[in-house]
């Protein structure tokens, strides 16, 4: 029977095949791998290490990563600096703040495989002279603690490395090459059509096809069919733009792979606008309070979306002394946005990041001034009686150091009384969706039976199952985390499988 996705989304229904004739030549390896990102290049150089031979299909002009944060569970540099993390209590915490959806198989995967992965990154790395320093982000409220554990790499040098290192060992790459469409036989998946400029090849793949495409954001339908919420999100700072657009998910849902439960989870940091709110009091566009702002960055963007409106921003409010405040708050607080989320481990905080950010936004136009509340009110566009109001009555349970509203910790409760006051605009910008296909634990792709589609592998955001209804950031630049894990297993697990060819 035809299912109500089926009947709904255009992307389910695979192309025509591309015809014999349509084929200007066959390229024959062991390895394919679709996709140039952080994922598919740690896959390419560690398949070359284990003696494949490789092609990665990339549909931009050069290979992609982004971002600064990899994460690991454990790994050397943390050990070196002191720092231990029990992956027990990691697991447990982990599916906890993935409502009990993610797959716990797969989240062992990661918590037993992590820090093999990083040190192999960080072995390569060192050799480039590219060693990271030790990310510092953490929050450290009673709720949704984090953990040290992410290295904040320069990403650029990373991807051009993994890249190089790839490419000496005779990883072959193909630029402009879109994978379009997944080839059968007997079951098994063979081959890969690649759109190239001079038309289309066959990738022959002797042991496995990877795919490491990315999300799917960039495709509307898809957003729609498996996390519509990110339709409310005007801002996307994904880059290359437009270049996710589902094409792994598609073509591994084409020979019979299935998605995990909808809605897929995002990664939307509070970033679309100004990123100075920390945890300073929040209003929607009615002036209201709507949350206890000492929470978690994914927390802020989830909640702007749940406000009267539609629109994905709010704004926080601060006065004259917000820079004194945030340095007193930020040991209780801390973590990605509120924030120091570049700052490195055993390094001062300072709030002078955050301080740009407020003078960027002055001159932008995302933070307002004003020496009344009211006025401010005015700038903003909200209701000044509103906000007088609500601003009036959070000052009341600053003095009494006890938030009756929302129950936030008095450690970041601080007034707002000296002009002149700000209000920051902020909110979500989509960055990633870390859904996707099911996958074994030997990142094989599954049928509706679960059965492995022999030959087909799901890495970084194209397999599903690690996280849930959220991307929690239990350690700071887990999806970089995961792609570099996925990418470090899928290789090996891909030839040995292939053995049997």
Known sequence: ??????????????????????ITETVDVDIVIAGAGLAGLVAALRASELGASVAVLEKTKSWNVRGGHISAINSRLWREAGVVNDKKEFVREWIGQCGNRAREEIVWLYANHSEEAMDWLLDHSEAHGNTPRLGAPRYVGPTYTEMYGACLFKIQNTGRHLYEDAAKLGARFYFETPATQLIKENGRVVAV????????????????????????????????????????????QYAPAGANTGDGHKMGLWVGGVMEDNPLPTIMHPQGYNRLQSFFLFVN?????????????????????????????????????????????????????????????????????????????????????ADTIEELAEKIEVPAHKLRETVDTYNKMVEKMDDTQFGKRAEVLFPIKKPPFYASKFGPAMLAVTGGLITDTRLRVVDKEHRPIPGLYAIGNVAGGLYGIDYPTLIPGNSHGRALTWGYLAAKDALEDGKEN
């Open 1 to 22: 029977m035809e299912s109500v996705l089926e009947r709904r989304f255009s992307f389910l229904t695979p192309p025509a095949p591309v015809a014999e004739s349509e």
């Open 193 to 236: 059509i690649g759109n190239t400029p001079n038309g289309f090849v066959r990738f022959r793949a002797k042991k496995g096809v990877i795919l490491a495409t990315g999300d799917i954001h960039g495709d509307k339908e898809m957003i729609a069919a498996y996390c519509p919420i990110f339709l409310k999100v005007k801002n996307s």
């Open 285 to 369: 566009t009615r002036g209201e309070r709507f949350m206890n702002e000492d929470t978690w960055c994914q927390a802020k963007s989830l909640n702007v979306l749940k406000q009267p409106g539609n629109v994905d921003y709010a704004y926080a409010i601060m006065d004259a002394d917000w820079r004194e405040q945030l340095l007193k708050g930020m040991p209780y607080s801390g973590g990605l946005f509120n924030d120091n989320s570049i700052s490195v481990y055993g390094e001062p905080f300072t709030g002078e990041r955050e301080q740009m950010f407020l003078e960027t936004g002055l001159e932008n136009g995302q933070v307002q001034q």
